[in-house]
Every structure is written in C-alpha cells, then in structure tokens.
C-alpha cells in the first residue's frame, strides 16, 4: 500500500512559474525525502528532511513539513523546462527506515 | 550519475525463464535496496540487504529471490517469470543500515525487463 500520496497527479506550467507539490502520509515516519524521475529513467535524490525539521532548501527546491498534519509540500521556484519529470515523495518509517513510494506527480513545465 | 551500476539495462525474455540482475552499489555503501516500478503498482519495496545479510523484505514473491555478495554488489533472481513481472527494477545503495534514518539512498537507472 502506498504509504505517501502526492497531490495533484499531474501539474502543467508555465516556464518561469513556481510549482508546488504536495505529499500527505498516514503514520509516523523518520523522515521524508523527495526525487525526481526522468520519463524511463533512474530516480534522482533531490532533498530529504527530518522529521525534527520543519523546512529545506537546496537551490530553487523549498520542502515543507508539518508532521502534525502529516504533510509535505515540494516548492520548485523559477521553473525550467528542464524539470519536466516525475517527482515521488517517499517516506522512511520502522525500525529499518523502509522507505514508502508514493504514486509520483507528473510536472510538465512549457517552455 | 548516482553511482549504483545495474545490469542489464534492458532485457527480454519470455514466460517461464529465469532472470538475474545485477547491481554494484556505490563506492563505501553498505546497504542494497531492490525495488520494482511498474504502471499499476508504481514503486513497490523487494528487499534490502546490509553488508551481505538480508535486512528488510518487502514485496517480494516467493518465486524471486536476491542476495549480496562480500564484495558488496548485488543479485535479483527473478523466475518462472510471469508477463506481470514486466516492469523497470531498480537498485539503490546506501552507507548505513537504516537507509534512511538520516542517509541518502542513491538509485541506480533501472534494469527494464520485459516478459513475453
């Protein structure tokens, strides 16, 4: 079962435009991290917070935390046509930090 | 370039057959993960592995099986395949073994294996 679930599915923007993404989980995790996934490609770390943190940046990506509303959001600032892709929050919860796929937002940025 | 090395990137083979892949972990990491991404399943959780020691299963089927050797790499054997087992196979490496209690996990491109 999918323990993160990423809304919307699928976001199209504009070249420019900032795009947000959201992530809600249903049970306690250690922390939340997010990749990006070209279409038929690997999965590409882009960021991973804590569940002791609150907020991260990393260039133009902000993620947020609210563990009280067991939600994530992935801002991405001044998109790019380049950041066309997939992006997947995944969940590491347990003794193992097993980490919980979500089914992945589709981004399309136009140039 | 994550660094984790699968082989083969593609493969086909028809119903019945046995598969191996193959998956070098990044230089110093510690622990295996192997992970199935398919359309309706999406990114399912097989197996991780630590320092050659099975350390966390998944959703992994009886008819699959995976292991790490003490050089550190990895194998899924995957057999008497179904044309359901038709999906991209990822490896992922990190260096503790709770992946991600606070380490990256590093993913490797897929090996995408297609069942005829």
């Known amino acids: 079962s999918q323990q993160g679930e990423e809304d919307p599915q699928a976001l199209s923007i504009q070249e420019g435009e900032n795009a947000t993404m959201n992530c809600s989980y249903k049970t306690s995790i250690n922390n939340l991290q997010w990749y990006r996934q070209n279409s038929g490609r690997g999965l590409v770390h882009l960021i991973l917070?804590?569940?002791?943190?609150r907020e991260k940046h990393s260039g133009r990506l902000r993620v947020t935390l609210d563990t009280s509303k067991k939600s994530s959001s992935l801002l991405i600032t001044a998109s790019r046509a380049a950041d066309t892709a997939s992006y997947f929050c995944?969940?590491?919860?347990?003794?193992?930090?097993?980490?919980?796929f979500g089914k992945g937002i589709t981004l399309s940025v136009r140039p | 370039d994550s660094g984790v090395t699968q082989t083969p990137k593609h493969l086909i083979t028809a119903t019945g057959q046995r598969v191996t892949l193959r998956c070098s972990p990044r230089s110093g990491d510690l622990s295996v993960y192997w992970y199935q991404q398919s359309l309706d399943q999406g990114l399912q959780f097989l197996i991780q592995y630590y320092n050659g020691e099975e350390r966390a299963k998944g959703n992994i089927l009886e008819r699959f099986s995976a292991q790490q050797f003490p050089d550190l790499h990895s194998e899924l054997n995957l057999s008497s395949l179904e044309l359901g087992d038709s999906a991209l196979y990822f490896c992922a490496s990190s260096v503790g073994k709770q992946g991600s209690s606070g380490n990256t996990i590093y993913f490797g491109e897929g090996s995408w294996l297609t069942v005829v």
């Open positions: 917070i804590r569940s002791n943190e």
């Open positions: 995944a969940t590491a919860t347990g003794a193992n930090s097993k980490l919980t």
